[in-house]
């Protein structure tokens, strides 16, 4: 498996802490029926709206409870959702974003509207092509950017509970494109060079 293809699979893959050859995506259990498909639906803008591929139950840290959603697109539909998101970026660099919310318990079926969600994680690639991790908080407008040496879950995780401090019914929601293609142009940092992974391993 490609090396780009991989970073994105980490975050729809089983409940493994590691990815192994045995623990498959997610997104084919719910697609062959061997788990039970939960799912609502996200509104993007006043003319758009979309069903998620499943909605399932996370955990952070073995205490706390938060939604994580998932939705897979072909690359034209993906830009064509995120693209009120994205206005500062070139579209071809952007390969997933995630949408940071709260008050709403989506793994129950609450819809989201744009008002509950909090901030973004815009996983794109920069101008020397290393894949960069962008935090955009909409409430407050702060904007940080790092490269990563890969998409983990526990980094999200971070973002949630300890830069943003959700705790009303926190949810997480991915949007990816999956016609993203690896041909060898991007670079990822080491993981010793990886400062949200310090962050979010350092407690």
């Known amino acids: 498996m490609n090396k780009l293809l991989t970073l ?16 498959r995506p997610y997104l084919d259990a719910v697609k062959d029926g061997s788990i039970p498909r939960k799912t609502t639906r996200i509104k993007f803008n006043d003319s758009l709206s979309r069903e998620l591929d499943y909605v399932r139950d996370q955990m952070y840290k073995e205490k706390t409870f938060y939604c ?26 952007v390969y997933s974003v995630d949408f940071i919310g709260k008050g709403k318990n989506i793994c129950s079926g609450d819809t989201i509207a744009p008002a509950d969600i909090q901030a973004l994680l815009i996983y ?5 092509s290393y894949l960069t991790l962008d935090y955009i908080n909409l409430v407050t407008g702060i904007k940080e950017s790092n490269r990563i040496s890969n998409a983990y ?35 990822l940092i080491k993981r010793k060079d990886d400062v949200l992974y310090k962050q979010a391993h350092s407690k």
Do not use: W
């Open 8 to 23: 994105f699979l980490l975050l729809a893959i089983c409940g493994c802490k590691k990815q192994t050859s045995a623990c």
């Open 68 to 93: 994580f959603g998932y939705l897979e697109l072909d690359r034209a539909a993906f830009l064509k959702t995120v693209k009120n998101y994205i206005k500062s970026y070139d579209p071809a660099t």
């Open 124 to 128: 794109h690639t920069d101008k020397e």
């Open 153 to 187: 879950a526990s980094v999200s995780m971070y973002h949630i509970f300890e830069k943003i401090k959700i705790r009303d019914k926190p949810f997480l929601v991915t949007v990816k494109d999956k016609d993203i293609k690896d041909d060898g142009s991007v670079h």
